[in-house]
Structure formats: C-alpha cells, structure tokens
C-alpha cells in the first residue's frame, strides 16, 4: 500500500497485527501469573503445615506423653494437645531395652493441612506426680 505524500500513522492491518501479538503475550504472562500465585499459596500451606507440626512435637517433647490422653480406641491416637494445633498424633509404646526403667513413646506428628508433612520421634512419658 502506498502512502501519500504527508500522511503520517499507522495503518489498520498493523495496528491489529500489534494488538494480536500484545493479546498473545499478555495471556502467555497473565498464566504465569497464575502459576505463580498457585504456587504460592501452596508454600505457604506446606509452611504453616511444618510450623504446626514443630510447635505440636517441641510441646510434647516439654510435657511428655499422658498414658492417660492415650485413646486405644482409635489405634493410639493421642488426645493430649491444647492449643491450635491442626496436626493429628499417634503414639506407640517404644522398643526401649528392658530392665532400663525407661517409659518413652514412638510419636508420630501429622499436619491435617499438609498431609505429606510429618515427623516421627520418641519421647518420653509425662513424669507422674504424687499427690
């Protein structure tokens, strides 16, 4: 297409050509912008999820297990947490030597957020007091 002599712009095949092209590269970003927040939002989950279960295993290392907060019933869950926890506890008497007067527990923390966030140790039972 010839131009006169004096005419000044852009014409109308090439403004749509470039507003194609921007179209294109702003849904190519705007998906990665998604991506990004999904993921986000996903390490956040997890993180919490970690922060839950450290708080709940640090508590109970503190405290010890209650024999007595033990529900059989329901394969060892442990019922002995308070505060705002959303972790689930399982807790099995541990292969500790006989004869060693130790009393300790192989406790399994697990996130109810995050399920794929656990962490297994052993820990003692709580001191009786005498009263």
Not at 73 to 91: I, Q, R
Not at 95 to 111: C, E, H, I, K, M
Request: with cysteine.
């Amino acid at each position: 297409m010839e131009r006169k002599h004096g005419s000044a712009g852009f014409s109308l095949v090439e403004v749509l050509t470039a507003i194609a092209v921007l179209g294109i590269v702003a849904a190519a970003l705007g998906g990665c912008l998604v991506m990004a927040h999904r993921i986000n939002a996903r390490s956040e989950q997890i993180m919490q999820a970690r922060w839950d279960v450290s708080r709940a295993v640090e508590t109970l290392m503190a405290e010890g297990i209650d024999t007595t907060k033990l529900l059989p019933s329901t394969g060892g869950t442990y019922n002995g947490l308070s505060g705002d926890y959303k972790v689930t506890v399982s807790a099995e008497p541990a292969n500790v030597p006989t004869g060693s007067g130790l009393n300790a527990y192989d406790v399994t923390v697990t996130s109810t957020v995050a399920e794929d966030v656990t962490v297994t140790t052993c820990i003692r039972a709580a001191a009786v007091s005498g009263g």
